[in-house]
């Protein structure tokens, strides 16, 4: 078995209306999605972000390591891209598509290559309560947190940092007061504040009964400069600090964990190296008694990657009571997550099912995919 071609996909919707997080507003979603075939007509799917240049390093760099090869020789082509790239989001796509093909050559899903699936299905934390242009959060938030918690939602995530703290403090207490207890939420201020704001807003989550504040302070990179910031910021607050979405490496998770004070490291599979290498980081993740809650922001590829990811993770405690790593599960307007697959992938009382057939486990509707591809 060989590959004998790799293709790079570019998908985008346009947005009905600008949404998204503090920093930014999306007219559109957008992936970028690499699809392997072999000599023998099997096809692996990967997905990573649209970033610059990361299109072209997958074309003019990774491409031609794999070229040619067994898809099964995985370990040695991930080292090879990796070496010639030291680029996560590329890697990334290029491993999941080539543990897609592992898989499906084996006759295995994805979690069965690496020993067995702990469980069957996975709980989810939505995303939601985005920012929507022209509309103030007070008429958006409360009611949508409310229609979550009608379809069996047992955790929301919300953007908070857009507007000043003053405004928005007041209405994260009014969604959490309305909220059922057993209703979890959460908020991520996608680097939207400086450290005193980010500690005056800390302490207010943590009164108003948040589990955990993510992406707090302008984004982590492998330098020592930036997690010194998360380290003084762990040290004035109680409520756990998530972060490192967008960490490229083991490397810099190792960092992260030692010196930035990490209450709960979040590796994304489509932008950390791909499967194997976020394996590796949320073995770091547990050896420093730290939660490993993978990000997950993008299309059904990234999202049925994940899902094999989470079904390896054991729990952080041989405990009784503890917690499984919950999937996160935008669930903002993007067809490029619910359309791209012959079986989408559906929340049943509160989570989602692990795909159980060969590979990924899933199957890429490249019909309806042409609808969306625009390079």
């Known amino acids: 078995m060989k590959i004998r071609q790799v293709t790079t996909i570019l998908a985008r919707y346009p947005l009905t209306q600008p949404t998204g997080p503090s920093i930014w507003l999306y007219t559109h979603r957008e992936v970028l999605l690499v699809r392997l075939e072999t000599d023998d007509g099997l096809v692996g799917w990967g997905e990573t972000c649209v970033m610059p240049g990361v299109r072209a390093v997958i074309d003019e760099v990774c491409a031609p390591l794999v070229l040619g090869q067994d898809p099964r020789q995985h370990r040695r082509l991930w080292q090879a891209m990796w070496q010639a790239t030291l680029n996560g989001f590329a890697v990334g796509a290029m491993d999941i598509a080539l543990h897609d093909l592992w898989g499906q050559a084996c006759g295995l899903s994805i979690a069965e290559l690496y020993g067995g699936r702990l469980r069957d299905h996975v709980p989810v934390y939505v995303s939601a309560l985005s920012y929507v242009a022209g509309r103030d959060p007070a008429d958006v938030w409360l009611d949508e947190a409310l229609r979550l918690v009608e379809q069996g939602i047992p955790a929301i995530k919300m953007r908070i940092g857009r507007y000043p703290w003053r405004h928005e403090l007041p209405l994260i207490a009014r969604v959490r007061d309305a909220l059922p207890d057993a209703v979890r939420l959460m908020a991520d201020g996608n680097a939207a504040y400086t450290l005193p704001t980010a500690t005056r807003v800390g302490r207010a989550l943590e009164q108003i009964g948040l589990d955990w504040f993510e992406e707090p302070m302008p984004q982590l990179s492998p330098s020592q400069a930036d997690y010194a910031g998360y380290e003084r910021l762990a040290a004035h607050l109680d409520i756990p600090i998530a972060c490192g979405e967008i960490l490229q490496s083991r490397g810099a998770f190792q960092q992260l964990l030692a010196q930035g004070k990490a209450d709960i490291v979040q590796p994304d599979v489509a932008i950390c190296g791909g499967i194997a290498e976020?394996?590796?980081?949320?073995?770091?993740?547990?050896?420093?008694a730290?939660?490993?809650?993978?990000?997950?922001?993008?299309?059904?590829?990234a999202i049925a990657a994940t899902l094999q990811l989470l079904a390896l993770l054991p729990a952080p405690t041989a405990g009784p009571n503890a917690e499984v790593a919950p999937l996160e599960l935008d669930v903002t307007e993007n067809p490029l997550r619910t359309a791209l697959?012959?079986?989408?992938?559906?929340?049943?009382?509160?989570?989602?099912?692990?795909?159980?057939?060969?590979?990924?486990?899933?199957?890429?509707?490249?019909?309806?995919?042409?609808?969306?591809?625009?390079?």
């Open 278 to 288: 976020t394996l590796f980081v949320a073995d770091l993740a547990r050896l420093a």
């Open 290 to 301: 730290v939660p490993c809650i993978p990000h997950c922001w993008g299309g059904a590829i």
């Open 341 to 375: 697959l012959a079986e989408p992938l559906s929340i049943v009382a509160g989570r989602l099912a692990v795909p159980s057939g060969p590979g990924l486990g899933i199957t890429v509707d490249e019909a309806a995919l042409a609808r969306y591809r625009v390079g």
